[in-house]
Structures are given as structure tokens and as C-alpha cells.
């Protein structure tokens, strides 16, 4: 049986969903909320109900966008897709809502990934292996952050795994690089971190506005 983990709210979840397939069928079905951040992760849902933070996670996540699917289309290397992406990969049983998601258009063309059709229209899913995946950690998702998506993009062959933590007085902001036995932290230099997806280089930093709420920078180059 799946196990159901719920952070902050009651969802019904079918008695039917019980593995990566049906999994699959229930989120296409419209039957959840709109926007649910919603997982399978190895045989467990994982559904998020818990407000996203002003600052430390709805603006941090809108800088992330701005930057990286501007580079995108400006340089033409890919799709960038913010949140409400389904990806999927079956090889380690992961199906969910990214904070990000960056797929080159090598991957497309060499078919790592493939965009999925829903039963209406339009594309609904990727499935595969993208370039890149984005997680921003707020307080309910620090387990989900740090340890099963970690494990869990690096088997499904993500080459690079973003996360950041706004959280506390320390903003942490790590570029994992996908290595033969895990993922490893690629080693910054006064801040700056190389990704070898966008090969650029990129700092964040943090600032404080004129309401004395926090201000978010990603510089590139």
C-alpha cells in the first residue's frame, strides 16, 4: 500500500494509486487542486499543502526564472520551465513539481526527454532526463530536499541538481553535479559556482529593500 505523507492539509488520495503509473493517471485526471505540489518518490506520495513563503521562496523562485529562461531563449540552449512541470522518470520511480526544470535541446533531440500530451491537449509532462532540476527548501520539504530528491535525480540521470536555502541568516546555494556514485557539490569561488550545463558561472546573493523585506540577486557570467 502507498504510503501518504500530508504536511499541513487533508487531500483524498484514490485507494487506486498505488504505483508509478496510476500515479501518473490520478494527477492528469483534474481531480487535485490546481498548482498541488505533488510527488511519487519510490513508492510514497508526498503532497505539500503549506504556503510558500513571500520572500525566502515565491520571489527567490521568480529570480531563478527570470535569469535562467531568459538565458535560455536568448542563447537558444533549451526549455527552462518554472513550477507546475510534471516530470517523470521511470527508471528511479520519481514523478513530481520541480521548482525548476531545464531540458537543452540536445536532450530533446538525442530523446533523454520527451514531452507527454495530455488526453485533451496540449503537453502536460516530460519524461526523461533533463539537464537540470531547481529546488528551493522551505520548512516542510527540508527531508524531500536534502535526501530523497537527492538520491532520487541522481538516479533518474539529471546531470545537475540546484538547491537553495533562503531559510536562515545564511543563504545556502549549491550546484550538484552528477557523479558516478551520487551527486557532488561543485566547489565556488568568492561565490561564484560554474554549471557545466549553462557553462556560465553564477552568484547569488541577498540583499535588504526599502520595506526591510529580503531582495534576491543572481548574477551571471
Not at 499543502?49 to 537558444?76: C, I, N, P, W
Not at 549549491?174 to 549553462?198: D, E, Q, T
Request: proline share 3%.
Amino acid at each position: 500500500m502507498t504510503t501518504i505523507h500530508l504536511d499541513s492539509a487533508s487531500i483524498h488520495v484514490p485507494a487506486w494509486v498505488t504505483d508509478l503509473a496510476s500515479f501518473r493517471d490520478w494527477v492528469q485526471s483534474g481531480d487535485l487542486p490546481e498548482r498541488c505540489p505533488v510527488f511519487f518518490l519510490a513508492g510514497e506520495v508526498w503532497l505539500d499543502m503549506t504556503k510558500e513563503q513571500l520572500f525566502s521562496h515565491v520571489r527567490l523562485k521568480q529570480r531563478f526564472y527570470q535569469v535562467l529562461g531568459t538565458l535560455a531563449d536568448q542563447e537558444r540552449l533549451g526549455e527552462f520551465f518554472p513550477d507546475g512541470l510534471l516530470l517523470t522518470n521511470e527508471d528511479a520511480d520519481l514523478s513530481g513539481n520541480p521548482d525548476g526544470t531545464f531540458a537543452s535541446f540536445a536532450s530533446f533531440q538525442e530523446k533523454r526527454v520527451r514531452l507527454v500530451e495530455g488526453t485533451e491537449h496540449g503537453f502536460v509532462e516530460l519524461e526523461g532526463s533533463p539537464d537540470m532540476v531547481l529546488e528551493i527548501v522551505s520548512d516542510s520539504s527540508v527531508v524531500k530536499d536534502y535526501e530523497l530528491l537527492r538520491d532520487l535525480y541522481w538516479k533518474s540521470g539529471i546531470r545537475e541538481y540546484w538547491i537553495v536555502d533562503a531559510r536562515g541568516e545564511k543563504l545556502e546555494y549549491s550546484i550538484l553535479r552528477h557523479a558516478a556514485a551520487g551527486y557532488v557539490s561543485v566547489r565556488k569561488a568568492s561565490g561564484w559556482v560554474k554549471s557545466g550545463v549553462f557553462k556560465k558561472s553564477f552568484r547569488l546573493t541577498r540583499e535588504t529593500n526599502e520595506l526591510g523585506h529580503p531582495s534576491f540577486q543572481l548574477e551571471v557570467r
